[in-house]
């Protein structure tokens, strides 16, 4: 999960041009394809909920990690993303990406995807940039590959404005809910952080590429050429574009409700 949590005006269109997926089918495909771990993933990101708030976690006692812990619940998050894609993902859509990710390549990708979804973030960029460096210093095509993976996975480009309105929408719950007090209104914000986007999109980039050298260390070169390829179908771009917003929207959904919870708590409190 990225480590840089900055509305998610991301549209969730319904499956008009085909026929919806079952849930039994969808909940298939999430392990087939290894969503679900990824989904699971988004409770990592709660860590960073106080740091956005100008607000230490210590201060709450053992109470933070009960209530983060609630408002973050595998199940619970599962859940959501299971009633989204039954009104948007395709039969047609579901079918072609589980077809790839059923490969031995495929479930191969899936294991190092899933490892790497519970990773602690700074530990993998770390070693990704370490590998990266070395694979420039080889002349190895590697990194040109990976670059055409992640244009590939986020093909609209929706990462920067997704992590922007998680943030956005964390905020204005935490003033709402009496957590914080803004000095800025709406308007404010979103030209504060129009003007972080250049370093953001900088960070982003390269906190995805030294990932992805990562999770894919041990793969071989023809590998990443199969699966890039298969990340570069129109079908399989539009997957993908669901899932980042699935994703996101997740996300902020729980980081929403994790505002109004922390009103709940108290400096000082345990158990």
């Known amino acids: 999960m990225l480590a840089v949590l900055l509305s ?19 909940l298939a495909f999430l392990n087939v394809t290894g969503f679900d771990v990824a989904l699971d993933s988004i409770a990592l990101s709660a860590g960073s909920a106080p740091d ?87 002349g190895s095509a590697r990194p040109q590959l990976i670059q055409r993976m992640n244009r590939a996975i986020d093909a609209a480009g929706s990462s920067l404005r997704a992590i922007q309105e998680i943030q956005m929408r964390f905020l204005l719950a935490a003033s709402a809910a009496g957590v914080i007090e803004l000095q800025m209104d709406v308007d404010e914000l979103r030209t504060l952080f129009q003007s972080q986007e250049r370093e953001l999109r900088r960070l982003l980039l390269k906190s995805a590429i030294a990932g992805a050298a990562y999770t894919y260390r041990d793969f071989s070169d023809d590998d990443l050429e199969t699966y890039v390829t298969a990340l570069e179908e129109p079908e399989m771009k539009q997957v993908y574009e669901l899932l980042n917003a699935v994703q996101y929207e997740v996300m902020a959904n729980r980081f929403e409700v994790l505002a109004v919870r922390m009103a709940e708590l108290h400096p000082g409190q345990d158990i």
């Not at 708030?53 to 859940?79: K, N, Y």
């Not at 294991?111 to 960029?125: F, G, I, L, S």
């Open 8 to 26: 998610l005006g991301i549209f969730l269109v319904s499956a008009t041009a085909g026929q919806a997926a079952d849930r039994d089918r969808i």
């Open 52 to 138: 956005m708030l100008g607000i230490d976690a210590r201060e709450f006692g053992s109470e933070w990690e009960r209530v983060s812990g609630d408002v973050f619940d595998t199940e619970v998050m599962r859940g959501l993303a299971l009633e989204i894609l039954e009104n948007t993902l395709t039969d047609d859509l579901l079918d072609h990406a589980a077809e790839f990710y059923a490969t031995d390549l495929g479930q191969r990708l899936v294991v190092a995807e899933n490892a790497a979804h519970m990773m602690d973030d700074a530990e993998k960029e770390e070693e990704g940039k370490r590998i990266i460096a070395d694979l420039v210093a080889e």
